[in-house]
């Protein structure tokens, strides 16, 4: 019977050619040893012969292999575990388990590219808890954690797995959605918040309960035209404090540049554009 691979071959074979196109560019570049890389990674459940199969399917030969026996397993698997516990570390919050800020640049510039490549959309919202100094000043600092923890786990229960959630900075959050056009997100975003305001937080000692709303800035790219990523958080950002000032607990959306791309054929002002396009 022939042996099952314990993990996605293609998209393993994906992810190495990948890296090499990536890596293409400096592979000509003259180093000496101390400059050189070894790039490792465990291939658990996969023998020799599997790799060798592997490797001539998806043209994998460049890439070498170490078989490993069963007294350096345990001590390299250890290695790879503590690897991998410092990279989460270094990419996520502690106290809600969200990509940090740090995670949250490097991935919204990677979809903004992605976005202009593919001509797709890329959605950004940028979330601020409604009166949370109020809570711990009210409640204590512990039940002001219990309800960004609670938030954050029902930001990330209510998105898809190929967004992403991370903690902004203190009270705010923000969700990447790469291919969420403006409509979609929206729809998403308000569920979002009619959902949590429904969510009953216990006050200490027995007092009784208290809800929690939360405004939300959102702004869309598509691709069509050059932006940064700190451009585009301003965006968000400005769309966010409109949406504190008049009233909270509300998505606002912000202007949208690419709405200044459509046609003058269209006759359609640009004013009108941003109405129509973005509900302002």
């Known amino acids: 019977m022939e ?7 293609n998209e393993l074979a994906t ?3 990948a890296l090499q196109e990536e890596l293409g560019d400096v592979s000509g570049k003259v180093c000496d040893e101390s400059q050189s890389v070894w790039i490792f990674r465990l291939l658990q459940g996969v023998c ?7 490797a001539s399917r998806h043209d994998l030969r460049q890439w070498l292999s170490l078989p490993i026996n069963g007294d350096s397993y345990p001590h390299l698997k250890r290695f790879q575990e503590t690897l991998e516990h410092l990279a989460y570390q270094t990419d996520h ?3 809600t388990g969200l990509a940090n800020r740090r995670a949250f640049d490097r991935i919204l510039d990677v979809e903004i590219e992605r976005s202009k490549r593919a001509r797709t959309p890329l959605s950004l919202a940028i979330f601020d808890l409604d009166n949370f ?9 512990t039940k002001g954690d219990e309800v960004l923890a ?3 786990a029902h930001l990330k229960a209510s998105t898809r797995r190929y967004d992403l959630a991370a903690r902004f900075g203190g009270e705010e959050f923000a969700l990447i959605m790469a291919g969420s056009g403006l409509v979609k997100a929206q729809r998403l975003l308000n569920r979002l918040l009619d959902e949590f305001r429904r969510i009953e937080f216990t006050i200490p000692d027995g007092g009784g309960t208290f809800s929690v709303t939360c405004s939300v800035g959102l702004t869309c790219y598509k691709g069509t035209e050059n ?9 968000a950002d400005g769309a966010l404090y409109e949406a504190k000032g008049s009233g909270k607990d509300q998505v606002k959306v912000s202007r ?16 009108e554009k941003q109405f129509l396009f973005g509900g302002k």
């Open 3 to 9: 042996k099952k691979i314990k993990f996605p071959e």
């Open 15 to 17: 992810e190495l050619h």
């Open 48 to 54: 020799p012969d599997d790799w060798e199969a592997i």
């Open 93 to 95: 919050d502690p106290l």
């Open 133 to 141: 100094k109020r809570i711990n000043d009210t409640y204590g600092h």
């Open 150 to 152: 609670v938030f954050a």
């Open 227 to 235: 932006i940064t990523d700190k451009e585009l958080i301003e965006l």
């Open 256 to 271: 949208l540049s690419f709405a200044d791309n459509v046609p003058n054929e269209t006759l359609v002002h640009a004013n």
